[in-house]
C-alpha cells in the first residue's frame, strides 16, 4: 500500500474528509516529488498537487500519478475552496505542527466555509514512524555515501586545517559521491569546542584533542546521521578511559536492542554505564532519536520515552551516546540501525568505531 493510501485511511479513521499538506517533506513523503512551493490537497478518493508554471514539467514527470497535477491561476487556496466543495468535503485537516498562525489566518479567511482543524500532522507523523523495504534502502544508499566520507576525511586532515574546513569537505565529498543534499548542517569541533554537544565549526585551527564530526547525507529524500570522534594527536590515559566509555555505553546499548524492547530501557543501559563510570551528569541528551526523510522523528530513545514505546518493525533510530566535559572536551559516537521486516535488528553503520589518533 502506497503512502498516499496509508494517510487517506487514516483521514477517514479519524472522520476527516480531506487533508491541506503544506511542509515540504511530508509532500515529497506522499507525492515523491521534491518541490518548494505549492500544496497538496487530499480527498478520500482523490490526490491533487497544486503549484506553479515552475514545477509543472516537472511534477507531471516526477509526482506519483495517483497526483493529479494543477497550476491554478486565481490562487492555491481559492483553488482548494473549489475542489473542497466539489468532493462534498466539510471537515479538513492541517499540518499544525509547521503551519504559521498567519498561513492559518488566511486558510480561514479563504475556506471559511469548511471546518479546519489541525491533525494533518499527528497522522503523518505516526505514519512515517514505520518504514518499508524501499525507504530502508533509500537509508542504506544514504549511510553508505556518510561511511564513505568518515573514510576520506580521516585521510585529508592536515594539522594546519580550521574546523570549518574539515565540515566544508565532508559536505562536498558527500554531494560529490551521491547526496542529493545534507541531511542536517555538518559538525565538526575540535578541542574545547567538542565538549558542545551541537557546536558550530569555528574559522580557527583545529584543536588538538577531540575532534567530534556529526553529518548525514540525503538519498531519494532520507536521510541518514552519523558522528564519530578521533584524537588529534596522542590520547592520554583520560581521554581513552573517556573514549572508551562511550564505546561501551553504545555497544552495550545496540546490543539489547531488538524488537520488542523498550525505547526509555535502552537510553538506560548506556546511561548507567556512564554513570557508573564518574561521568554522571555529563551525558545531558538521549541516546537517540528516529531517523527518516526529517532527521529527527519518532520514536525516541529516551527517559521520556512511555513505557509502551518500543522498538518495532519499521522503526529507525540512532544510538549516540555522549560524555561532555565543560569547557574541556566531549566525545560522542553515533550508528543508525533498524528494525527490519522480518524482525531482524540491523545497523547501518560500518564506519570503524576504535579509537583513532591522528597526527
Not at 9 to 31: P, T
Not at 64 to 74: H, I
Not at 90 to 107: H, I, M
Not at 223 to 245: H, P, W
Request: proline share 2%.
Amino acid at each position: 500500500m502506497s503512502h498516499l493510501s496509508k494517510f487517506q485511511e487514516a483521514l477517514k479513521k479519524e472522520g476527516y474528509d480531506a487533508a491541506i499538506v503544506s511542509d515540504k517533506l511530508n509532500q515529497r513523503y506522499l507525492s515523491s516529488f521534491d518541490f518548494d512551493d505549492g500544496l497538496l490537497l487530499i480527498t478520500a478518493d482523490a490526490a491533487y498537487l497544486l503549484t506553479d508554471f515552475r514545477y509543472v514539467e516537472a511534477a507531471k514527470a516526477q509526482a506519483s500519478k495517483d497526483f493529479r497535477v494543477l497550476t491554478p491561476e486565481g490562487g492555491l487556496l481559492l483553488c482548494i475552496a473549489g475542489l473542497l466543495g466539489d468532493h462534498g468535503a466539510k471537515r479538513v485537516a492541517t499540518e499544525d505542527a509547521s503551519l504559521s498562525c498567519a498561513d492559518f489566518k488566511r486558510y480561514c479567511e479563504i475556506l471559511g466555509d469548511f471546518t479546519l482543524e489541525g491533525g494533518a500532522s499527528e497522522l503523518l507523523t505516526r505514519l512515517r514512524l514505520y518504514k518499508d523495504e524501499e525507504e530502508l534502502d533509500a537509508i542504506a544508499r544514504a549511510q553508505a555515501v556518510t561511511d564513505a566520507a568518515f573514510a576520506h576525511i580521516i585521510k585529508w586532515i592536515k594539522p594546519e586545517m580550521t574546523e570549518i574546513e574539515v565540515a566544508l569537505e565532508i559536505e562536498f565529498f558527500m554531494r560529490k559521491n551521491g547526496a542529493e543534499g545534507l541531511a542536517f548542517d555538518t559538525i565538526a569541533v575540535s578541542g574545547t569546542n567538542s565538549a558542545r554537544p551541537h557546536g558550530v565549526p569555528r574559522r580557527e585551527k583545529l584543536e588538538k584533542g577531540f575532534l567530534t564530526m556529526d553529518f548525514g547525507a540525503r538519498v531519494d529524500g532520507y536521510c541518514s546521521d552519523m558522528t564519530r570522534t578521533v584524537v588529534l594527536g596522542r590520547a592520554d590515559d583520560e581521554i581513552k578511559r573517556l573514549y572508551n566509555t562511550v564505546l561501551a555505553a553504545q555497544k552495550a546499548a545496540l546490543e539489547a536492542a531488538a524488537e520488542g524492547v523498550s525505547c526509555r530501557e535502552l537510553d538506560t543501559v548506556a546511561r548507567n554505564i556512564i554513570d557508573g563510570a564518574g561521568y554522571k551528569g555529563c551525558f545531558g541528551h538521549s541516546l537517540g532519536h528516529g531517523v527518516g526523510m526529517f532527521i529527527h522523528e519518532e520514536p525516541r530513545l529516551s527517559q521520556k520515552a512511555t513505557p509502551e514505546t518500543i522498538l518495532t518493525r519499521g522503526h529507525v533510530v540512532t544510538f549516540e551516546p555522549g560524555i561532555y566535559l565543560e569547557g574541556k572536551y566531549g566525545c560522542r559516537i553515533e550508528d543508525m540501525a533498524c528494525i527490519r521486516s522480518d524482525g531482524s535488528f540491523y545497523n547501518f553503520t560500518k564506519s570503524p568505531k576504535e579509537l583513532i589518533e591522528l597526527f
